[in-house]
């Protein structure tokens, strides 16, 4: 019999129940134990959906974060949190997003004494994800000390519901890898420190009866030094003593190097990632121990498309002879990266909806491939006939191929993504038309996302709201950004992008090749969820996106009004993208489609265009021997994208929560006019790249940390801006926020802006 399993389920819920609750919370509106009880709820909810599997994770489940509810279990709590009393899910979220609930509505008892704001922990991006953890803060003196009840209270909740538990922890050495040392002490000095506390762990996971547990450790995917690989060797032969059998997840990537690694760590069982890594399994087959489990993450846990079930029958079934009741089945990696059930989409197109498959519909395939393991194909003879069927249907369809497209991408030459003038040219251009002070101030495009604006789109989506209405509608809240900047005194403009949804589905609603979902949710962090578009065939744009949008708000003002697009990269990276061709060739029909809509803006007299990329860096392979090759086709789909512009025409990009220090020479390659980067919550640590490299144009170092609700203050603006002024010319530095405002409240956004324009004015004078 093969054992099959999951690493993780979607903790928000089919309806964003977690989202609504947590806002709820934080607002003042419900109680705490409202909120944990919502928490209940899912966890039994999702232990059902997983019935028929046999194991299930207990501690997947996160209010915010699995990293930081590791960091809690492990007692790593940030020194400026550790005056706080009252309930430990307080001091959670002020780790996580700067502060609890509010003080209304009895939410945080202590709310006169902790009710403060404290600084929120630092935000990345969760390997090449679009999910963000928060990232442990380590020091020479940092010392762990266990915190199991969380993990505890819900295995008890499981083994009530009668379910078949394998808990699920993040492994120690991931844990300090992708953590942070806020000194200059070594976290592999900790891992002493830290292995026993997870001894602790394991040993009370036994004594309540547990007999698998899950231990993540994706940091086996990346290239690891000698130093990082003994720490495996070091923690896991400390660990080899526990009573309970250990699982070794890996995902996201091949093993590669790390094969006899991973192998040969005294560990019960190794999950390897067959999407990805499907290399590794002969190579594992015959050097792993045959008393070990080897788990095959056969079914993509990071896309939407079916699995070919025949196919993989076709390479498992040998691998059952061989490996009998030690083979173990599973999702590629945890379900939290798709969304939760396609039964809910009641208005995707029948032909598309028949290729897809969503958490549940995975977990229905991983018990197919069991089943026909189990008693043979025959036994599920018309499953496996109707998912060969759409398999078929989708390879062959003429609404994926676009002849056209592939023709225009066929043509492509390295003169479309040259500037007519270099930056030193085009920069005193760029000064004479634009006449901006020093330090010129702007916002990265977003505006808060009000109830109005919400209740106006859900109308017009449901027919009750026409087309006139709605645009009257997204007017005046276009007319309230502009008029609420130009009392704010910013110096460039944007329109709020009222009309739009997410960044991402914005535009994959109007290109065609591709299609959007209704509920198609998945968590990007905390509270916030996004649906990405779905790319099912080959892009193209059929009429232009923004530009009434922009037009309208550039005759509202006579300051410079920025154009906001999405770029290519992050379009690819933020969307379920296509299997059936390289990402390049996508990425190439998405800069083909987005130039059209530069060049558009351009002759509608919009001379600042805003093109981001929030995602480049995410998009970059596991390891670095593999980064060229995507950076290449990455940089030069952004170029194609910008670079038909005359040379007055000032092309800003903007990269959030992104370490690219090591990618700073790709960056400049970009050669966009002004890069907006993140930098509040690292306290412009990302700006020692610059130290080494002397970025060649204008750069806007965040200095509002847009995630939490905390309100900047004019000297700390003012102080982030002198540390940036040592590492970048202050005549080539903005004053900016670290991102969009869009989930902020306007009574938050109106404070901080208006500090951040006076930092600026306090700057110019001692310029």
Not at 434 to 462: N, V
Not at 477 to 499: F, K, N, P, Y
Not at 523 to 542: A, M
């Amino acid at each position: 019999m093969t054992t099959t399993h999951n690493l993780g389920f979607p903790r928000i819920g089919a309806k964003r129940e977690l989202k609504f609750a947590l806002e709820s919370y934080w607002k003042g509106e419900s109680s705490r134990d409202e909120l944990k009880a919502l928490g209940a709820h899912l966890r039994q909810r999702h232990w059902i959906n997983q019935t028929g599997l046999d194991l299930v994770p207990v501690g997947d489940f996160a209010f915010y974060d699995q990293m930081l509810d590791m960091s809690f279990t492990l007692g790593n709590l940030p020194q400026r949190v550790q005056g706080f009393h009252g309930d430990v899910l307080d001091n959670y979220f002020r780790v996580a997003r700067g502060r609890s609930a509010q003080a209304t509505g009895g939410a945080e008892a202590h709310a006169g004494c902790c009710g403060g704001g404290v600084a929120a922990g630092e935000m990345t991006k969760w390997f090449d994800t679009n999910y963000h953890y928060i990232v442990p803060e380590f020091t020479a003196a940092t010392q762990f000390k266990l915190d199991a009840s969380r993990l505890l209270e819900q295995l008890e909740e499981a083994r009530q519901a009668g379910v078949k538990a394998k808990p699920v922890i993040v492994g120690p050495v991931t844990y300090l890898a992708l953590g942070k040392a806020k000194d200059d002490s070594s976290r592999l000095a900790l891992l002493e420190r830290l292995v026993p506390v997870y001894a602790e762990l394991l040993e009370k996971l036994a004594a309540a009866g547990v007999e698998w547990v899950q231990i993540d450790e994706p940091i086996l995917v990346t290239e690891l030094d000698a130093d990082w690989q003994h720490a495996f060797n070091t923690a896991y032969h400390d660990l080899k003593s526990s009573r309970v059998k250990l699982l070794l997840a890996t995902y996201f990537g091949p093993l590669e190097e790390n094969r006899h690694l991973a192998a040969n760590l005294p560990v019960a069982g190794l999950h390897i990632d067959a999407i990805n890594g499907r290399d590794d399994i002969q190579p594992l087959l015959n050097i792993l121990s045959p008393l070990k489990v080897l788990s095959l993450g056969v079914i993509n846990g990071r896309n939407i498309w079916k699995t070919d079930l025949n196919a993989v029958l076709d390479w498992i079934e040998p691998l059952k002879e061989r490996l009998g009741e030690r083979l173990w089945i599973a999702p590629s990696c945890s379900l939290l990266h798709v969304p939760v059930d396609l039964a809910s989409e009641q208005k995707l197109d029948a032909d598309l909806k028949s290729w897809l498959a969503y958490a549940l519909q995975k977990l229905d395939e991983l018990r197919l491939l069991a089943a026909a393991l189990k008693n043979g194909r025959d036994s599920v003879k018309a499953e496996l006939a109707a998912n060969q069927a759409a398999i078929e249907a989708r390879r062959s369809s003429p609404r994926v191929h676009n002849p056209a497209v592939k023709a225009a991408v066929a043509k492509l030459n390295a003169a479309l993504g040259e500037r007519k003038s270099a930056y030193a040219t085009r920069a005193p251009k760029q000064a004479a038309l634009l006449k901006l002070p020093p330090f010129p101030t702007t916002t990265i495009g977003s505006f808060p996302q009000t109830a109005d604006i919400r209740h106006a789109r859900s109308e017009f989506k449901a027919g009750r709201l026409d087309e006139a209405g709605y645009k009257a509608a997204m007017q005046a809240e276009i007319q309230r950004s502009v008029r609420e900047q130009e009392a704010l005194d910013l110096d460039v403009l944007v329109h709020g992008e009222a009309e739009r949804n997410d960044m991402v589905e914005y535009f994959g609603e109007q290109l065609d090749g591709y299609a959007f979902s209704q509920f198609g949710w998945v968590q990007s962090y905390g509270s916030r969820c996004v649906k990405p578009p779905i790319l099912f065939g080959d892009i193209s744009r059929p009429k232009a996106m923004t530009v009434e949008w922009i037009r309208y708000a550039q005759s509202l003002t006579k300051r410079p009004m920025k154009g906001m697009l999405t770029g290519p990269v992050t379009i690819l990276n933020w969307s379920f993208v296509r299997d059936d061709q390289p990402r390049s060739v996508s990425c190439h029909q998405l800069a083909l489609a987005i130039r059209q809509e530069v060049l558009d803006l351009e002759q509608a007299g919009v001379r600042v265009i805003q093109i981001d990329e929030a995602a480049l860096r995410e998009g970059l392979p596991l390891r670095k021997s593999q980064w060229k090759g995507y950076l290449d086709w990455a940089v030069e789909s952004f170029r194609i994208t910008a670079n038909g512009v005359e040379d007055e025409t000032q092309i800003h990009t903007h990269m959030c929560y992104s370490e690219f220090n090591d990618i700073i020479a790709s960056i400049a390659d970009m050669d966009a006019d002004v890069i907006t980067i993140e930098t509040s919550r690292s306290d412009m640590e990302l700006l020692d790249a610059f130290e080494n490299f002397k970025y060649p144009n204008e750069i806007g170092p965040g200095v509002y940390d847009i995630h939490s609700p905390n309100i900047p203050t004019q000297e700390h603006i003012v102080q982030l801006m002198k540390k940036a002024a040592e590492r970048v010319p202050a005549e080539r530095l903005w004053v900016n926020p670290d991102c969009g405002l869009k989930t902020r409240q306007w009574a938050e956004v109106i404070p901080a802006l208006t500090n951040m324009v006076s930092a600026a004015k306090a700057l110019r004078q001692t310029a």
